[in-house]
């Protein structure tokens, strides 16, 4: 129920002034929409009713307002002829674009008739009609002089064409015509949205710096377009704004003398309006001065941003958000750690835990285990360092005990130096740099006879231990029994600086070991 | 080596590991912090024994910082400690703790060569920090497994941020109750590790901070990326 009073409220009360409100539109519309069609068989149906009303709106508030002179009509005609030749291309002849600037003029002045719009008020129960004027005629010392309405000011305002420019400039203007009209009240409505404006243009302030320093080069462009609107401003807003102030204290001055033969009470709320407007104006202007403190703040802080950022260009630094696009790309929330940790201070508060001697009496479980994760895998066969050494003695036995038996069985006897003659021979000249020789034959030493049947059945020295392997697969030398003759004191050459006592090898029946 | 030295760098080292300011301003440290900067021995001598002990130094706006260096199980936190100390149950909230504070410097770094002139920050800005930063997951979030949500990944972290009221009542507490909640309770932890400050409802990033985020991640980029990329996760949580 409320909410349906609410609706009607809304559609009947509010009618009006909703018209109202629209009405600053309604002559664009209405050019625009009159085409120049009808007009000279459509020769002129190139040109653009709209565009040509706001440029000549613009054009008059230049005049009027920011160079404060009224329009003359060779003015409008030559700011016309501009904008055909410059923006349609228009080449007739002058006589003929006489006749269209007049054309055009008569219908920017709708033949000198306001704009009217017939509605219906529901609240009155009957129609009414709106006029609109978007400029206005007046006699100066008998000339015929042209100024533009504060409706068509305010119509051009709410286009928002020259907001980027100086929305502020035209706000002022419009003050300036409502106190020449002494429309205190609008004039207040003014200066209050001249203030909304101001708090717009400080918050843009810190979005040109949130973009700088966000991205320097992008923040660079909107940081100098915004500078650059903003000095633009400045000089034209104090002489306005001083422009504004003298003219309140013009309309003090002239309300008091105007006292006499009005009554008290209109007196006093007019008083009271222009009290309300000059105290507006004076914050207004406060702002404004906060404002290009801001500006000046900026500019340091701009220049310092460009000056590290040129810097950091040098080197490569830690890029936050992007370190945290490559966490969420590989999902990767432990690396939080990492990042997060070392920035604490250090952990010098080593207690032991009440809840644990808890847990400890009750012997609670925790209350969240953390689970081992235990991944299949095969074992590697490792093999150590001495296996390895293990291996290579025993290959190089291998070789030195087969040669030797060969040896053994093709001759009756031989010495070393024949012996080591004949490795020479099979395996190379390194065999005699070959440690493991050397070794080989100090174990070989150890004893005098060696019986292969013997060491087949009990091997006894490392030496016979390397023999049996060999023989566990070749079974050729069984009948193999030798013996080894020391030669005392001649000796076998190696290199310079090496020599070792000669030995006989000497093959012998089983027999004679026996004898022994 | 000079007695007198010695002494001067074991003050110094003990001033810190108390977690005092030795600095130009420090008021009582200060005659340590010139024996710092201007004696090479005390210099050479504190830098030792902080690095035998696996902790790093900073030196800030004229102030020394430690902190503890990477795997130092005797004086880091362990997540463990660091649930605790927060009043956290499981590791996945703590992870949203880290999370919340990673964004926080954000708000007032982009890269470690330079702040951005950000003065302090709002709960409400922190809030829309990780809200922004979340809101790509948080809007692919379709029916999760519950494989997926007891495993600690983002997408854990985005649905239990959205699933959370921005504010439970008006006085926001420190609870993890709602995001203001969660917010608070890593602010009124960072004020106790000393890298922040808080004025009214404006939360202040102090030189300890500024210090270290700047020197240990231009320090450590290296090492962090590849972190990042998975190759040590091993050896990072400790």
């Keep these: 129920m409320t909410e349906e009073y609410i609706m009607m409220q809304d559609i009947i009360q509010e009618h009006k002034e909703r018209i109202e409100n629209i009405k600053k539109y309604y002559p664009f519309f209405k050019l625009a929409d009159n085409s120049l069609l009808q007009w000279k068989e459509g020769k002129y149906s190139c040109l653009d009713m709209g565009y040509i009303t706001m440029a000549v709106l613009r054009f008059f508030i230049d005049e009027n307002n920011l160079k404060d002179k009224d329009v003359a009509y060779q003015e409008y005609e030559s700011f016309l002829h501009t904008i055909l030749v410059r923006d349609f291309q228009l080449k007739v002849a002058e006589e003929e674009e006489k006749e269209l600037c007049a054309y055009l003029f008569d219908k920017l002045l709708n033949e000198g008739k306001p704009f009217s719009f017939d509605y219906f008020d529901p609240k009155d129960h009957q129609k009414k009609t709106i006029r609109m004027k978007l400029i206005e005629s007046r006699i100066i010392d008998s000339n015929l002089f042209y100024r533009i309405t504060s409706e068509a000011i305010e119509f051009y305002l709410d286009t928002k064409e020259i907001k980027e420019e100086s929305s502020i400039s035209v706000e002022q203007l419009l003050l300036s015509k409502l106190i020449d009209t002494q429309n205190f009240k609008g004039g207040i409505e003014v200066v209050k949205r001249i203030n909304r404006e101001v708090n717009k243009l400080k918050l843009r302030r810190n979005e040109v710096l949130a973009i700088l320093s966000a991205d320097v080069f992008e923040g660079k462009k909107v940081y100098e377009a915004y500078i650059n609107d903003i000095t633009k401003w400045f000089d034209e807003e104090q002489r306005l704004f001083k422009k504004n102030s003298e003219l309140i204290e013009k309309a003090l001055e002239k309300a008091e003398l105007d006292k006499k033969g009005k009554e008290n009470a209109r007196f006093f709320a007019m008083m009271d309006e222009i009290y309300t407007l000059e105290l507006e104006i004076k914050k207004a202007m406060y702002k404004h001065s906060e404002l290009l403190s801001l500006c000046t703040d900026l500019q340091l802080q701009a220049d310092e941003i460009v000056k590290k950022s040129k810097l950091s260009t040098l080197r490569n630094s830690f890029d936050f958000n992007h370190a945290m696009n490559q966490m969420m790309e590989k999902d990767n929330v432990e690396a939080m750690e990492a990042l997060i940790l070392p920035l604490l201070q250090l952990n010098v508060k080593k207690q032991f835990s009440f809840v644990l001697t808890e847990n400890l009496l009750s012997m609670k479980a925790e209350n969240q285990e953390e689970t081992e994760t235990v991944t299949e895998g095969e074992e590697a066969a490792y093999v150590y360092e001495d296996e390895l050494e293990e291996e290579r003695i025993s290959g190089n036995f291998h070789k030195i005990v087969r040669i030797l038996f060969e040896k053994l069985q093709r001759e009756q006897a031989f010495t070393l130096h024949q012996f080591n003659e004949e490795l020479i021979q099979r395996l190379g000249e390194r065999v005699l740099k070959n440690a493991d020789y050397y070794t080989f034959l100090v174990h070989m030493c150890q004893k005098n006879t060696y019986s292969v049947r013997e060491i087949r059945q009990k091997p006894d020295t490392f030496f016979e231990e390397i023999v049996h392997e060999i023989l566990e697969r070749k079974s050729d030398y069984d009948e193999l029994c030798f013996r080894l003759i020391p030669k005392g004191e001649e000796t076998v050459k190696i290199t310079e600086m090496l020599e070792i006592s000669d030995i006989q090898f000497e093959k012998v029946d089983e027999s004679w070991k026996k004898e022994i | ?238």
């Design chain 2, 1 to 238: 080596m000079e007695e007198r030295n010695l002494d001067k760098a074991i003050d110094i080292l003990t001033r810190l590991l108390d977690g005092e300011e030795v600095g130009r301003n420090s008021g009582a440290n200060v005659s340590l912090y010139e024996a710092y900067s201007t004696n090479a021995q005390v210099y050479d001598l504190v830098n030792r024994m902080l690095n035998r002990m696996n902790i790093k130094l900073y030196e800030y706006n004229y102030c020394l910082y430690i902190t503890a260096g990477d795997n130092n199980q005797a004086f880091g936190f362990s997540n463990g400690d660091l649930r605790k100390e927060l009043g956290l149950k499981v590791n996945r909230e703590l992870y949203l703790c880290y999370f919340i504070i990673y964004q926080i410097i954000t708000c007032f770094y982009t890269d470690s060569s330079g702040y951005n002139f950000n003065e302090y920050v709002k709960i409400e800005d922190i809030m829309e920090t990780v809200d922004y930063s979340l809101k790509h997951i948080i809007d692919n979030l379709e029916i999760l497994t519950n494989k997926e949500t007891e495993e600690n990944s983002f997408k854990t972290l985005a649905m239990m941020w959205s699933d959370l009221p921005a504010a439970t009542e008006e006085s926001i507490r420190a609870v993890k109750n709602s995001k203001a909640g969660y917010i608070k309770l890593v602010l009124n932890f960072l004020i106790s590790q000393k890298l922040m400050a808080q004025s009214e409802e404006r939360y202040y990033l102090k030189d300890r901070a500024r210090a270290l985020i700047e020197n240990y991640f231009e320090e450590s980029k290296g090492r962090l990326y590849e972190i990042i990329q998975g190759k040590e996760q091993e050896d990072a949580a400790y």
